[in-house]
């Protein structure tokens, strides 16, 4: 089973920052990332798929990137419905495996 | 738009069986792979099992193999999830969800279904 660190667990932003979150895969899983979005009460919102692909309707602020064991989902500017927990996902190897997640709360 | 509507939840006790259902519209269901992945309270995710889009294959995690099986109804647009021996550790809300292109990426979520495991 392929584990996937995301670290921190929290990370405190401002409005209008830049946040970077971190994924980390303990084997090489090529460019089968996918990131998550979820918030309070709600189920997880796909936001980019293989690395660096943006899903439908997903904003520009929002970019991946990364390949093999590293990989980062990268907030260019922090809007208020942004403040959520990010989940990363590997879909190279079965069982599929999810990241315990990063909370991005305000500061 | 896809809708994938959840449901079959509940309270039940250890070693009780329950049956999710999981509607789906607004996609030709049978073109697409789904899951079952689930969420303890207050923890992160976790997959739990996945079947092609003609039903011929399933998967499961490790921690529900055997006591769960996944199937699908596409005359109905329905995914099944048959819950045996279950136990307080599969308490979590559970979420189906289609497979982009049928690959391991979750594209649409259901609103999540949740049972506990208790006495």
């Known amino acids: 089973e392929i584990v996937l660190t995301q670290s921190p667990a929290t990370l405190s932003f401002s409005p209008g920052e830049r946040a970077t979150l971190s994924c980390r895969a303990g084997q090489s899983v090529s460019i089968y990332v996918t990131w998550y979005q979820q918030k309070p009460g709600q189920a997880p919102r796909l936001l980019i798929y293989?690395?660096?692909n943006r899903a439908t309707g997903i904003p520009a602020r929002f970019s991946g990137s990364g390949s093999g064991t590293d990989f980062t989902l990268t907030i260019s500017s922090l809007e208020p419905e942004d403040f959520a927990v990010y989940y990363c996902q590997q879909r190279s190897n079965w069982p599929l495996t999810f990241g315990g997640g990063t909370r991005v709360e305000i500061k | 738009e896809v809708q994938l509507l959840g449901s079959g939840g509940g309270l039940v006790q250890p070693g009780g069986s329950l049956r999710l259902s999981c509607a789906a519209s607004g996609l030709t269901f049978s073109n697409y792979a789904m899951s079952w992945v689930r969420q303890a309270p207050g923890k992160g995710l976790e997959w739990v099992s996945a079947?092609?889009?003609?039903?011929?294959?399933?998967d499961y995690a490790d921690s529900v193999k055997g006591r769960f099986t996944i199937s699908r109804d596409n005359s109905k647009n329905t995914l099944y999830l048959q819950m045996n021996s279950l136990r307080a550790e599969d308490t979590a809300v559970y979420y189906c969800?289609?497979?982009?292109?049928?690959?391991?990426?979750?594209?649409?979520w259901g609103q999540g279904t949740l049972v506990t495991v208790s006495s």
């Open positions: 293989d690395a660096s």
């Open positions: 079947i092609s889009g003609s039903g011929g294959r399933t």
């Open positions: 969800a289609n497979q982009k292109d049928s690959s391991g990426t979750f594209d649409n």
